[in-house]
């Protein structure tokens, strides 16, 4: 048996100078292959070049996504910082492939630690630069295989569960079934994190366990993105005259596993001025020509009526007849009515100004529970009660204030907890293929992927809520992030919830910049301007999170399925000198309407208000605190009719529809690959202005993939570091 010798990888990055100074050991085993097996030999080289793609975060016309490039590609990229361009350790694994009609074929792993030049006795381990403009590594002398074809895969600091079966840097699998193994796991399975939240955060933060206790820095593992410069799955073909002088060449890029998601200051402080009418509102009417015998078989008698203004379950318009009973104070509902284009002559009441005038007549429609109901008709939850499931629509009369809201944290959404080692995509005929790139017509396809596109996409079943299994492929959950919302309080810098530090939403104050360094004084606006095509890129902002990437099909790009990011503000008016002042006292919202008081809300629409409603008011005008488990117990008692939220703390948040990849440029029409996370990118996000006051908790309701003979062969590998691709997200609210 002739002994097989190992040698060294190199790995550097674009502008990448030093590396870490440990000598890999160069020494190998036995890999397995049986006979008197020929040599060859195979150096791997990385040029580590970054590169981040931005896009928007939501599919509305206030929203910007990238739409430079391609999905495959936004045209900006950036190198990263030192830590996610410092390559620790190298795993390399090589198979024959499956055309080989070769003999003894040889089946390699090794595991490598990654130096700057260092050499062991015999030379075996020596470093060499081959390009130091652009930093680019490779080991002297290449690995020794035999004549065949070989699949070839690399993987930059790979985790652990990829290297568990190896003894120690410097060391092999021995066994080729291991091998084959091992080269399976790489290309088909995912690595997984599903199981261990702490793991999963400190990744997110982008850190380990140090040796030494505490924390420090993570690499960033990288693998083969896949495809030789023929477009094809790597597979490498040795011929007899590729000798050590004379080595084939594999040239292999690689990529971040990973992907990357940052924040661009735009406005100074985060504080954004918003125009608020607080305040009574009036209902809005209009004035109707009805028969109020048209339920009765009786000659048509037309008169006047103010009716107000509403929606049905399905959003269409209707116009509702409170009538008072002589006698009475309070309005009994009489029914919804549709406009037509029929006009009658009608008597006006003194109160109304008197005389005569020709109206539009207006017909009496019949409830259904049925959906989109057929002409006459207008849909509720229930027949018995109509007025329950009707949205009154407000004309507001309150002066216009100014306010503002500081954004003070925020909480990404629906993140992924696994990811394929390498990139997979769908094929045309939709089944998933190992690497490839998009084309506009295909998808990234990621971990549970079936499972994300059988969600069902009926009303009910959409609601992030209701995605049962959404827990077991995400990390905060669109339905866990709402509910903490709920809850959230901010001291200081401090995020609490019932005591407790919060889970989900993070301070501003824990953003890192480029250095890794804590962002701990105020955030102001960077000065680079987002670059064109094709031009390197620096301001991609403090970093949030790292993630793994996240995909479904078009028509699954929905809230509790998408990758999305919240936002919590702080609410402010100003003082006599000009100052921001926390807001004092309660902030309701009641029809889209925002008001001080329950007083205030009564005088906006006290006819038709329910006796519930007004013993809170009683309450309220007592003294005593209104709480959101009162105003809950309220919406149940009215069967949702009187649904008023409360803000509590100045509190509000923003919930943006979901990060873009790539903008098709169509606001009413989703793309492949619009909203996704994908590997190798960074996601760059911006709030460019804020027109309104937030929600006061996140709804989690969403709105909507060669024959040779044996002889001394040697191949030379070359593993290119791809770019960060930088996607820029520019969000308005």
Same mark, same amino acid.
């Given at each position: ?288 020509? %009805?028969? %109020? ?209 919060? =889970? ?82 309660? &902030? ?28 809170? &008011? ?108 930088? =996607? ?6």
């Amino acid at each position: 048996m002739k002994k097989f010798k190992f040698f060294a990888l190199a790995f550097a990055a674009l502008s990448f100078a030093a590396c870490s100074d440990d000598v890999i050991d160069g020494k190998g085993g036995n890999t397995g292959t049986g006979g008197d097996a020929t040599p060859a030999y195979l150096t791997i080289s990385f040029t580590a070049n970054g590169g981040n793609s931005s896009r928007s975060t939501a599919d509305d016309a206030n929203n910007y996504g990238d739409q430079d490039g391609s999905a495959e590609d936004s045209g900006h990229h950036n190198t990263g910082n030192t830590d996610e361009r410092k390559i620790e350790e190298v795993l390399v694994v090589i198979t024959p492939s499956p055309t080989n009609t070769e003999g003894e074929n040889v089946s390699f792993a090794q595991l490598y630690n990654v130096g700057l030049s260092a050499a062991d006795e015999d030379g075996d381990g020596t470093f060499i630069i081959q390009n130091a403009s652009n930093g680019t590594y490779a080991n002297a002398a290449p690995i020794e295989l035999t004549t065949g074809n070989y699949n070839v895969l690399v993987v930059a600091n790979p985790v652990s569960s990829l290297t568990s079966g190896i003894v120690g840097l410097g060391q092999g699998i021995h066994d080729s079934n291991d091998v084959e193994n091992l080269y399976t796991t790489i290309l088909s399975h995912s690595y997984d994190l599903a199981e261990d939240a702490d793991a999963y955060q400190d990744f997110a933060a982008g850190q380990r366990d140090a040796e030494n206790g505490g924390k420090e820095p993570m690499t960033i593992m990288m693998a083969n993105k896949g495809y030789n410069e023929d477009g094809e799955a790597y597979t490498i073909n040795l011929k007899p005259e590729n000798t050590p002088e004379a080595p084939a060449v594999a040239y292999i890029d690689i990529e971040r596993v990973y992907s990357k998601i940052t924040y661009r200051t735009v406005k100074e402080n985060n504080v954004y001025e918003v125009d608020v009418n607080v305040g009574r509102v009036q209902a809005e009417t209009v004035d109707a020509a %009805i028969n %109020i015998n048209e339920s009765q078989e009786e000659t048509a008698q037309y008169e006047y009526r103010e009716l107000n203004v509403a929606k049905d379950l399905d959003g269409k318009l209707v116009y509702v007849r409170l009538d008072i009973p002589e006698g009475e104070s309070e309005p009994v509902f009489k029914g919804a009515y549709a406009k037509t284009s029929e006009k009658q002559t009608v008597t006006i009441p003194e109160e109304k100004g008197g005389g005569t005038q020709t109206l539009n007549v207006y017909t009496l429609l019949t409830p259904s529970t049925s959906e989109n109901p057929r002409e006459g008709y207008y849909h509720v939850a229930s027949v018995d009660d109509p007025l329950a499931s009707l949205t009154y629509q407000a004309t507001t009369t309150a002066p216009s204030e100014k306010w503002y809201v500081k954004l003070e944290g925020y909480a990404l959404t629906n993140l992924s907890n696994s990811v394929y080692y390498v990139r997979h995509t769908t094929a045309e005929n939709g089944l998933p293929v190992e690497f490839g790139e998009l084309n506009g017509t295909n998808y990234l396809y990621t971990p549970y992927w079936k499972e994300k596109n059988s969600v069902s996409l009926t009303d009910d079943d959409a609601a992030a809520s209701a995605i049962e299994n959404a827990d077991d492929w995400f990390y905060n959950t669109l339905a866990q992030v709402s509910e903490e919302s709920k809850s959230l309080s901010i001291n200081d810098d401090n995020f609490v919830v019932n005591g407790a530090t919060a =889970r989900y939403y993070k301070p501003f104050a824990t953003l890192v910049d480029e250095d890794n360094q804590i962002v701990t004084a105020e955030l102001t606006p960077p000065s680079e301007d987002v670059p064109q095509h094709g031009q390197a890129v620096d301001g991609i902002g403090q970093r949030m999170a790292y993630c793994f990437e996240n995909s479904t099909d078009r028509d699954h790009q929905i809230h509790g399925l998408s990758t999305g990011i919240s936002f919590v503000a702080r609410i402010y008016t100003k003082d006599e000198n000009n100052q921001l002042q926390s807001l004092d006292g309660p &902030l309701y919202r009641y029809s889209n309407h925002l008001f001080r008081s329950l007083e205030a809300i009564y005088d906006s629409f006290k006819s038709t208000l329910s006796d519930k409603f007004k013993e809170l &008011l009683t309450k309220e005008q007592s003294g005593e605190t209104i709480t959101r488990e009162m105003l809950e117990q309220l919406k149940n008692d009215t069967n949702g009719k009187e649904d008023i939220s409360l803000y509590e703390g100045g509190l509000c948040y923003y919930y943006t529809t979901e990060i873009k990849h790539y903008d098709n440029g169509d606001n009413a029409a989703l793309g492949n690959m619009e909203f996704a996370i994908m590997r190798n990118n960074i996601y760059s996000l911006a709030v460019t202005d804020i027109n309104m006051i937030g929600d006061p908790f996140v709804d989690p309701t969403p709105n909507i993939p060669d024959e040779y003979p044996d002889n001394k062969t040697a191949l030379n590998v070359e593993v290119k570091i791809l770019p960060w691709i930088v =996607r820029y997200n520019d969000i308005e609210f």
